[in-house]
């Protein structure tokens, strides 16, 4: 009977694997934090890099197991834009990193621990809520959560207006300023990317409430 459960979708696979990438998206974000604190370590990106394999390698499996499975738990197309919205995180996160290491002369003395604050709170929502849909959590909290993550967006947006008024006093040099400007708008687009899966888990609970 066990090819039966799985043909049908019973086997909590796509719940596992959803769990696995929203996993490695709240990894990928601690190995940013390391990367931040030691600027002398660069092992950080060569774990980011890793990270983002292994969560595009849960990607695949997903697809894969969309093609194998004959009922899924959830409409295959929520299952799949999940998966993608997941996958967005960590590979946002390892280009935000490379970029940092290319143009670390000129980041002296700048500070991202508030974007990093809040992109930690982000990506253990995001976790959370994708656990639920395993749960079958009822909508209430559900939304309660995605409104958290809307409300992080919106701290996120007010710090990078504060940051770029700032950058825009004239009191900087001008290519430190566009590289700031750059790698803020890379942070802010993580966010996002948490923003857009927390959206879709709660249309996926709204769904089926």
């Not at 974000?29 to 931040?36: D, G, P, S, Y």
């Not at 409409?75 to 590979?91: F, G, H, N, Q, V």
């Not at 992080?152 to 950058?167: F, N, R, S, V, W």
């Not at 566009?178 to 966010?191: A, Q, R």
Request: with cysteine; glycine share 2%.
């Amino acid at each position: 009977m066990n090819w039966f459960k799985k043909l049908v979708g019973h086997d909590e696979k796509f719940f596992d694997l959803l769990e696995a990438s929203a996993n490695e998206a709240q990894s990928s974000v601690a190995l940013l934090v390391k990367m931040l604190k030691s600027t002398a370590d660069i092992t950080a990106l060569d774990e980011m890099a890793k990270t983002r394999r292994k969560d595009k390698q849960i990607t695949e499996e997903i697809t894969e197991q969309l093609c194998k499975t004959f009922v899924t738990p959830l409409d295959r197309e929520d299952i799949e834009a999940l998966s993608t919205a997941l996958y967005r995180i960590p590979k946002m996160v390892e280009k935000f990193g490379e970029k940092h290491l290319l143009c670390r002369p000129y980041l002296e003395g700048i500070d991202f621990s508030r974007q990093t604050n809040i992109l930690e709170q982000t990506t253990a929502t995001v976790a959370e809520m994708v656990a639920h849909l395993r749960k079958r959590t009822h909508l209430e909290q559900v939304k309660e959560e995605n409104d958290q993550l809307h409300y992080l967006e919106g701290e996120a947006d007010k710090l990078i207006l504060q940051l770029t008024h700032d950058l825009y006093s004239g009191r900087h040099d001008p290519l430190k300023v566009i590289i700031h400007m750059d790698l803020y708008n890379i942070l802010e687009k993580v966010i996002d990317r948490c923003r857009d899966a927390g959206n879709i888990i709660f249309q996926i609970v709204l769904k089926y409430s």
